[in-house]
């Protein structure tokens, strides 16, 4: 067993000062120490897969990131750790508790399958492992084995931590009171003719500032921003649907004197509707969340999505978003965004159905986007 503090100030001495996740018994010596701890951050997130988008977004920024869960939750991470962090090349050190250890100690029923599969769920994404040190004389040569793999791979790499592997800390620090900021919700557009998405992102790159970055969501919404233009500020997200505004949290918080504009859709939006809640109770000042909303999953042949049954406006508002805006066309568009309100400011706009004649796909790679998305990044203030 080692001391929570033995772990983590060997990882700081190494550069790891980001930790998000979602909570687990084992892992709460972990989370309480880095949250007492001043020169650390802690960020809990809603689910899983919201926390691996989040440490991509905040190595992106030029932070480097430990995601902790446990294996039940590992489930909801497999989504973004095959199609992100795989994909884009982006490394992270995981801690993934194992509940239901065979052979370990008795645990509850949903976790008897998933300490048998944990270590293969792993294998099959490709991800090296090792078990978390219970000896604080073995914690450097963990950390120099993974941080040898993340340098080289540009990928992740977990530790598997058994039960009473650390001891015990008690929590000193008291949560910060988030008040609600309940701005007005505004109202709806009247009935006229909805901009296409190709003509609302052409709005958004005439209010973007030299030093502004843009993360867009998966689909057309990044082959279309793409086909405008390539540029160094643009991060086009491939798979990991719904994962793009965490993603846009993490940079958002890695790099506070940068402004991060997240091109989400709305079907992605409600894939992970309680990004939203992490967004609003954390508030980075610098994050822009704009939904284009066209009431469909286009790029997969046009299905309905249920966004014309609610509010997104409404729903972030309840969330925390201080700062809300409903522009009906791209010159209100352009008018939102050039404002540069303190946020998180959410944008929602209705968009028109239709892709353009001859969409084409990026001819630069997912890493090659990443390696100069990071360099334009951390390059710049």
Known sequence: MIQAGAFIDAARARGIDFYTGVPCSYLKPFINYVIDSADLDYLGAANEGDAVAIAAGAELGGRRAVVMFQNSGLGNAVNPLTSLTHIFHIPMLLIVTLRGEPGGAADEPQHELMGVITTEQLELMQIPWEFFPDDEDDIDEVLARAQDHMSEFARPYALVMRKGSVASHALTRAPEARPLAAPAVPPMPSDRAAPTRSAALAAVRRAVGPDDLLVATTGYTGRELYALEDTPNQLYMVGSMGCAVSLGLGLALARPKRRVIVLDGDGAALMRLGALATVGTTRPANLVHVVLDNAMHESTGGQATVSDSI???????????????????????????????????????????????????????????????????????
Not at 342 to 367: C, N, S
């Open 311 to 381: 509010d997104f406006c409404a729903i972030a508002g309840a969330c925390g978003y201080p700062s809300l805006a409903r522009p009906a066309d791209t010159e209100a568009l352009v008018a939102v965004l050039s404002r540069r309100d303190d946020g998180p400011v959410f944008v929602h706009m209705k968009i028109a159905p239709g892709v353009p004649e001859g969409l084409p796909r990026p001819d630069i790679t997912p890493p090659e986007v990443a390696t100069r998305f990071r360099h334009f990044v951390q390059d710049g203030k």
